[in-house]
């Protein structure tokens, strides 16, 4: 079983759509990320974090820690949003040693929206 | 601008040969990280440094070398010990230490395909 699981693999939106990503995990966590990879396979951070909800213009991130579950929504979605959305968390090092830096990564959505 | 260098973009192999995929970056990030991804799977973590000199096999490190002569410097050669190299690279880094160890800056990416 995966770490870190994420549904739906694959979404196709009209523009203008209100968009959910979910992420679930099965570990102990200090944090909780979301990134965006585009087309050319570049990544950047969205959000991190470790409760609660963050928004950024259209984005918003929330958390459950309780129930070890992430969503992430995007209002009036945009063509330009299209790209693959990856859900990573940083495990406890407790449990898994190593750097701060090693995430878990979940398999990714691909999103299009069409215009 | 700040951030990581990945080179070259796109690297054809004939099998048995080593290959060297350059990753540079002037963030000051003392950590540095270096992920494989396929198709259909989350990113895989290969080797990850967080000092000169010093560097830690992650997952996948097997067909794997790296070194770190320098801060800035972290290149990751596939050898041909890899048995199945074509994928696509990444390169990341972070500071270490305090929340921001857990935010990855990553690099555009190396594609990898071996002939």
């Known amino acids: 079983k995966n770490e870190v699981e994420q549904s739906p693999q694959n979404l196709t939106a009209q523009e203008g759509e209100f968009i959910t990503i979910n992420c679930s995990y099965s570990?102990?966590?200090?944090?909780l990320h979301w990134l965006q990879q585009h087309p050319g396979g570049g990544i950047v951070s969205l959000f991190m974090?470790?409760?609660g909800k963050k928004k950024h213009g259209r984005l918003i991130a929330t958390i459950n820690i309780q129930e070890k579950h992430s969503s992430l929504h995007i209002t009036a979605s945009h063509p330009r949003d299209s790209a693959v959305y990856i859900c990573?968390?940083?495990?406890?090092?407790?449990?898994?040693?190593?750097?701060?830096?090693?995430?878990?990564f979940g398999k990714g959505t691909k999103l299009s929206v069409k215009p | 601008d700040g951030g990581i260098t990945q080179s070259p973009k796109y690297l054809f192999r004939k099998e048995g040969q080593n290959v060297t995929l350059s990753c540079e970056q002037n963030?000051?990030?003392?950590?540095m990280y270096w992920y494989r991804q396929d198709p259909g799977q989350g990113l895989r973590l290969i080797y990850y440094?967080?000092?000169?000199?010093?560097?830690q096999k992650g997952d996948i490190a097997e067909g794997y070398s790296v070194s770190r002569e320098k801060k800035e410097s972290f290149p990751l050669t596939v050898t041909s010990a890899q048995k199945n190299p074509t994928a696509f690279y990444l390169c990341?880094?972070?500071?270490?230490?305090?929340?921001?160890?857990?935010?990855?800056?990553f690099g555009a990416g190396s594609r990898l395909t071996v002939l």
């Open positions: 440094s967080q000092i000169v000199n010093d560097f």
């Open positions: 974090l470790s409760s």
């Open positions: 963030l000051n990030h003392d950590a």
């Open positions: 990573a968390v940083s495990p406890l090092l407790i449990h898994y040693g190593g750097s701060q830096g090693n995430l878990i």
């Open positions: 570990v102990g966590i200090s944090a």
């Open positions: 990341a880094s972070s500071i270490i230490g305090g929340s921001g160890a857990n935010v990855l800056t």
